[in-house]
């Protein structure tokens, strides 16, 4: 029952990445669902979960590569906080190998396996904040957000500065969903 609601909210979540997440939410999904499908045979190569299991751990390790790289090349955050869950996966690990005392399969299963939801949460957070923020940049000043990304950082050699300050005004004056009014003087402000 738990590892069908799993699959389910694997699917989905990347799923929606996929399509809304951009080139960022189309590798990571790719990742994930890949390091997923090599689980299920890794984990079957030793079937004890009472030491360590280094198939699955090379498999969340390539997974683990896989998401630095992304993060790395990223303009959003989440990348970078899902590659922080994916590590408490690892450190379950290594927790194993360096204090190898006989775990009950059940509890290690469950320390390793935990840290994916949160990955998955982020996920799809992370590509839903930045679609508003994306929304909002286009709705107050016609313009996408080239140059600066969704969550503030600065593309050097960019104006985007300028393209957030009229959504900055609009919040500031409590617009519905982050939109500045026609009179509102940070509007026009690029026009």
């Excluded at 290594?94 to 390793?112: D, N, R």
């Excluded at 593309?155 to 609009?170: L, Y």
Aim: hydrophobic letters at 50%; charged letters at 15%.
């Amino acid at each position: 029952m738990v590892s069908q609601l799993f699959t389910i909210l694997l699917f989905a979540s990347c799923g929606y990445a996929c399509i809304a997440g951009g080139k960022d939410g189309r590798w990571i999904s790719l990742f994930i669902i890949a390091a997923a499908l090599l689980s299920i045979p890794a984990s079957q190569l030793e079937r004890a979960w009472s030491h360590t299991q280094l198939p699955v751990l090379g498999v969340d390790l390539l997974l683990l590569g896989a998401l630095i790289f992304v993060a790395l090349r990223s303009r959003s955050f989440w990348p970078l906080w899902m590659t922080g869950f994916h590590l408490g996966s690892i450190a379950t690990h290594l927790a194993t190998i360096a204090a190898p005392v006989q775990l009950k399969p059940m509890l290690y299963f469950a320390m390793q396996s935990f840290w994916s939801l949160p990955m998955l949460l982020v996920m799809v957070a992370g590509v839903m904040i930045d679609r508003r923020a994306a929304r909002i940049a286009r709705a107050t000043t016609g313009r996408t957000m080239t140059g600066r990304t969704m969550t503030g950082r600065v593309v050097e050699g960019s104006d985007a500065d300028e393209c957030f300050r009229p959504a900055a005004a609009a919040l500031q004056y409590g617009q519905p969903h982050g939109l500045a009014r026609d009179d509102d003087p940070g509007r026009n402000a690029l026009r």
